[in-house]
């Protein structure tokens, strides 16, 4: 079992500023307290993999990437839905960057698979908005909790269906 710590527990001091702390960016994690651990990691101001390549670099097991809480409203829709993980989606991209976007990085590419919960939010986005027709005395709260506990994953021919039992309606992926 591996040890789980938090980033600002072993970032190298004068390396981040009050607003990077916690972000696991490029040369701010030490070698020596991060070897053989799992960091959690917040998300921001770099992309996943950069926070994965630091993790590397100073020989950490893997990360954890943390999304912040929403502290303004309760309405508001955080796009981190645990039923949909965004998990290697097929897009097309733009051959003006590469695929990881860092700037070793000079490959060109006209798809390229992505794991974010973005690449999925324009399909839970659409869900939402058909509940809220179905419910419109609900509030996003509520729709939110209601897509997390009650959608299943079943497979009818190859083709991946989330049925969300609350609403006895189902989306095709």
Known sequence: MYQLVYVGDVEVLGTTTNRTI???????LSPELVKGKI????SGYSYSVEKG???KRVQGIGFILQNPMNGLE???LKPNINTAP???????WSEASSPTKLPDDHRVVKYNIDSRTSM???HVAAIAALIKAI???WSSAIIRFALITTGILACFNSLH?????AFKTSFIS
């Open 161 to 165: 269906v989330i049925y969300f039992l």
């Open 135 to 137: 419910h419109p005395d």
């Open 120 to 122: 999925s939010c324009p």
């Open 53 to 55: 390549l630091e993790v």
């Open 74 to 76: 309760s309405n508001i």
């Open 39 to 42: 960091i959690l990691c917040l």
């Open 22 to 28: 916690g972000q696991c960016l490029d040369g701010t």
């Open 86 to 92: 965004g998990l290697n989606i097929l897009a097309a």
